[in-house]
């Protein structure tokens, strides 16, 4: 292996969060800011002395005396050599190490024999984004070459994304494929191709294609821009969820910008792909965007680990104030440094920047102005009585958000000055709006009542005893959901329905969530699910009450499968609907007290509708 420089184990090593790969390994629980522990995986303990600090990322044991870096850990634990550590931690990361020495072919060989699945569908995306690059560059492609160039995107630019285009036949790409022995149903399951009862056609035609990739640099999915303006078709269309691509955890153009915003520590998100084009092309490398949504936990996650700041563009208008009011929570939240820049009214970043240049934009990202700050004054401008109280109710659920109580304490101060309210109005809105919070974690917990009757009704018990002799509570799962893992456990085959990925969507439980995904991911990669593996993938606090559902056929079998989760599926939208309707109950009895008619209006319209989906959804569980 060739000498690898110092600066790219450095990167590697800043790439990856240790906390992640340890708990691969041990079962940490966080023991304050930052820090985290559980039993030391190099010595025999009872109590937790293991260590993590994620911010240094490093380990010790106070026991043992053992500690390290991400790298000692996984040569510790596995018993492997630091370089092949370090290769399988870059590319993780997305980080390019010198290559090893030609392989011979006996090793090509092996090494294609050995192709996983995941391994072959990457390569059929990686086969398609290159059709889409050559059909660019043919005669076929001028169009698309003109309204690539036209929106001032340059050459390098276009080959650094991999900008292409795909023809506007229904068959092309399927042709290419299947001379590639591609088959069909991969090209399906990637979103290359969709069915109808005229047959197979190419999902995207006559557009421009601008691919995603993960953070390895390989091709997972594609989002696409319309050419023709007659067509009646949607203009922005991306890929549907596969194996390889889930838009809510994608960040287009992250691949190029991961140095940029190691180097600057700031991230700058903007709402549409070519308006990251056009920033890169202009020099502003940290820019990424949603794959067409608002921006989603996963998507904040994955910024918080690559950056220190994160500068969020909206436009100045009353969509952009909706669009900070959807994601300041999200950035609260997960206690990210975050900011909003505001374009003037009818401009985009791309406008902006072939406007006014590149050192503006950069001056409209050092501007940005904390959300809070930028929240609160936006609250300032509410004139109206009851506009006041709304904007302090709101306010106050964020503010009881922020960790650090310093912090919490001057933003509070500043709300009451910009609302002309008192210190202690401020302060009693603060604690209403904790019990509330606190009251809200409970019910979720408890969620519904009758889980632990049922449970103990089906040998579930809530209470246990931990296989050391120490005793551990542990909650049950809600029955319902609890039926829709073990049954999906049992049947994999119903894991890749549209029933299993709206059933999924309605889980409430985290623990139910993480394992509902585990498995889809599991099943996707592989065509199985490795029941005792993906157990272990999920809180400790909910195995034993799945463990024993799984052994329960009255649980996990079913006559008729899909019509078992179809039930399902209705019955957890049911609990939704139920859960909204109590909410618009809340809301109705809020905006009466406070004399707001048009609240009060769309809040009974709202309850009518839902209460017609609710005995919508009651007569069709009733049906065989």
């Not at 370090?86 to 090793?107: C, H, I, K, N």
């Not at 821009?225 to 969820?241: F, I």
């Not at 287009?252 to 308006?275: C, M, P, Q």
């Not at 009466?592 to 008619?597: I, L, V, Y």
Request: charged share 30%; net charge neutral.
């Amino acid at each position: 292996m060739p000498l690898i420089p110092r600066e790219k184990i450095d990167d590697v090593r800043d790439r990856t969060n240790i906390v992640d790969v340890i708990k691969r390994y041990v079962e940490l629980k966080r023991a304050g800011t930052g820090s985290w522990k559980g039993l030391c995986p190099f010595h025999a303990e009872k109590t937790p002395s293991f260590h993590v600090h994620e911010a240094r990322q490093f380990f010790h044991c106070f026991g043992c005396g053992e500690k390290g870096d991400v790298f000692g850990f996984l040569i510790k634990t596995e018993q492997r050599a630091f370089t092949d550590v370090l290769r399988d931690l870059a590319q993780q990361a997305g980080v390019d190490l010198p290559e090893r020495e030609p392989l011979s072919p006996a090793e090509r060989k092996a090494r294609v024999d050995a192709e996983s699945e995941r391994d072959r569908l990457l390569r059929i995306m990686d086969m398609a984004a290159t059709f889409f690059e050559v059909t660019y560059a043919s005669p076929s492609g001028t169009t698309a070459r003109a309204y690539v160039e036209g929106r001032g995107i340059g050459t390098e630019t276009r080959t650094r994304f991999r900008i292409g285009y795909a023809p506007s036949r229904w068959d092309a790409l399927q042709d290419h494929l299947h001379e590639n022995k591609v088959a069909p149903s991969d090209a399906e399951r990637l979103g290359l191709v969709g069915t109808n009862e005229r047959g197979r056609y190419d999902f995207f035609r006559d557009r421009v294609m601008l691919p995603v990739f993960d953070r390895q640099k390989r091709v997972i999915g594609f989002g696409s821009r319309l050419l023709d303006p007659e067509a009646k078709d949607r203009k922005y269309v991306n890929s549907p969820d596969s194996p390889l691509f889930h838009k809510k955890e994608c960040l287009y153009g992250l691949h190029v910008a991961l140095d940029a915003i190691r180097k600057s520590g700031t991230a700058v998100v903007v709402e549409g792909n070519f308006d990251v084009l056009a920033l890169h092309e202009a020099g502003i490398e940290e820019a990424v965007a949603p794959m067409g949504t608002a921006l989603t936990v996963e998507q904040v996650t994955l910024l918080e680990r690559v950056a220190r700041r994160v500068v969020v563009i909206f436009d100045g208008d009353t969509a952009g104030k909706r669009a900070s009011e959807k994601v300041v929570p999200l950035l609260v939240e997960a206690d990210v440094d975050g900011r909003i820049a505001r374009l003037p009214n009818g401009e985009d970043p791309d406008d902006f920047v072939r406007k006014n240049g590149a050192a503006a934009f950069h001056a409209l990202i050092d501007g940005a102005r904390p959300m809070l700050d930028q929240f609160i004054q936006d609250a300032a401008k509410e004139t109206s009585v009851p506009g006041r109280v709304v904007a302090l109710e709101t306010v106050a659920a964020l503010l009881v958000k922020v960790r650090n109580p310093t912090t919490r304490e001057l933003y509070a101060r500043q709300l009451a000055v910009v609302l002309g309210l008192t210190n202690q109005q401020v302060g009693r809105s603060l604690r209403e709006a904790q019990e509330e919070r606190a009251r809200g974690a409970r019910e979720s917990e408890r969620r519904p009542d009758r889980a632990d009757s049922e449970a103990g009704a089906n040998g579930i018990m809530p209470g246990t005893t931990g296989g050391d002799g120490g005793s551990i509570i542990e909650r049950s799962l809600p029955r319902d959901e609890l039926e829709l893992l073990a049954l999906i456990a049992t049947y994999p085959e119903l894991c890749g329905t549209p029933e299993a990925a709206r059933a999924g969507e309605l889980l409430v439980d985290p623990g139910a969530r993480q394992l509902f995904g585990a498995a889809r991911e599991a099943i996707a990669a592989a065509g199985r699910l490795d029941v005792p593996a993906w157990l272990e993938l999920g809180p400790a606090d909910v195995r034993r009450s799945l463990t024993a559902a799984l052994m329960d056929a009255g649980l996990s079998h079913a006559d008729n499968p899909g019509a078992k989760l179809r039930a399902l599926s209705s019955r957890l939208e049911l609990q939704r609907v139920e859960a909204e309707i109590s909410m618009t109950t809340r809301l109705l009895e809020n905006a009466r007290n406070r004399g707001d008619s048009p609240a009060t209006q769309a809040m009974m319209l709202r309850g009518i509708e839902l209460d017609k989906t609710k005995q919508g959804l009651k007569s069709a569980l009733q049906r065989p």
